[in-house]
């Protein structure tokens, strides 16, 4: 099993910044891709940015310019980095993970609780 671990929501002013982070721990032998989806109010789950182990990149259009996605291979650890915060931006933030665990060499998707991102004046 994989446990995934978000931390730096919060609430910002528009314009603002914030970085989130994903730590994944577990029975992990290798990270496939890492990324966060969001999930607004009334709105279903969005892809907003992912990473492969490569380092290649996929953002949302909404995103591309202002956010950006980054990993720490040895530590597990996801980040994204969101610039120039608008309104809309306001959602529900889940970490997800595609790993092969230790003993199964078959890669599964993982996710995390969610944190809370709020952009308002």
């Known amino acids: 099993q994989v446990q995934l671990v978000e931390s730096g929501g919060g609430l910002v002013q528009p314009g603002g910044s914030l970085r989130l982070s994903c730590a994944a721990s577990?029975?992990?032998?290798?990270?496939?891709?890492m990324g966060w989806y969001r999930q607004a109010p009334g709105k279903q789950r969005e892809l907003v940015a992912a990473i492969t182990s490569d380092g290649s990149t996929n953002y949302a259009d909404s995103v591309k310019g202002r956010f950006t996605i980054s990993r720490d291979n040895a530590k597990n650890t996801a980040h994204l980095q969101m610039n120039s915060l608008k309104p809309e931006d306001t959602a529900v933030y889940y970490c997800?993970?595609?790993?092969?665990?230790?003993?199964?060499?078959?890669?599964?998707?993982?996710w995390g609780k969610g944190t809370l991102v709020t952009v308002s004046s």
């Open positions: 997800n993970v595609r790993a092969i665990t230790i003993g199964t060499y078959v890669g599964l998707y993982y």
């Open positions: 577990g029975s992990i032998f290798n990270i496939l891709a």
